[in-house]
């Protein structure tokens, strides 16, 4: 990504940096990994309340270990403060779809915030074998959002999972959602619209 592939056999590294936010950590990090032979074969990264957190896949010539990789990134720039966790990269099962496999399901949770709710949503949704795949949440204030992307096995599934959420949530005083991913997409997508449709123009 970015950089040749290493033509000699390579190991793959799963590796996590995070530091204050600021211009340049990516360019550091990647500089930093080319160097070294290495190759970055895939990357997310985020911001959150000022912190910058990556997390990036890269294969790099066999004879590197982990703690070298590490003290490498972090003395990138000394300035930035980088704190690295660098681990070899052990293959895990693809995910495989059963036949009833009905796709992805958006989870939201919206009300007031109080301690507790990222907790019992997902302590339930592990009791019942529930994997999450994607997953957003976020207090502004007394508010609480919370997004989970989650695959149930079928629809009687969902639907099991659909009500004993909101009964969840209805105790805790906040309110649940589950959509197909699908209907979630066409509904805020239409919403969206909706709202820039009806804003008034600066000429009103």
């Not at 997004?147 to 629809?155: K, S």
Request: hydrophobic residues 40%; aromatic residues 8%.
């Amino acid at each position: 990504m970015g950089t040749n592939a290493p033509e000699v056999p390579s190991e793959e590294y799963i590796i996590t940096v995070m530091a204050k936010d600021r211009p340049g950590i990516i360019a550091a990090i990647t500089r930093t990994l080319f160097e070294m032979g290495g190759n970055v074969t895939e990357l997310s990264q985020t911001v959150m309340r000022g912190y910058f957190t990556i997390i990036l896949s890269a294969s790099l010539p066999p004879g590197w270990e982990p703690e070298e990789i590490k003290k490498r990134i972090e003395a990138a720039e000394p300035e930035m403060e980088l704190s690295a966790y660098v681990r070899r990269y052990d293959p895990v099962p693809l995910f495989v779809p059963k036949e009833t496999d009905q796709g992805a399901y958006i989870l939201t949770v919206q009300g007031k915030d109080r301690p507790g709710i990222i907790a019992q949503v997902s302590t339930y949704l592990a009791s019942q074998g529930i994997n999450i795949e994607d997953f957003y949440a976020q207090a502004v204030g007394d508010r609480f959002t919370m997004v989970l992307q989650i695959r149930p096995e079928d629809p009687w599934t969902a639907d099991h999972l659909r009500l004993d959420l909101e009964a969840i949530c209805s105790e805790l005083g906040i309110n649940a959602y589950l959509l197909h991913q699908d209907i979630f997409h066409a509904t805020s997508e239409v919403g969206a619209i909706r709202r820039l449709v009806r804003r008034p123009s600066r000429g009103d």
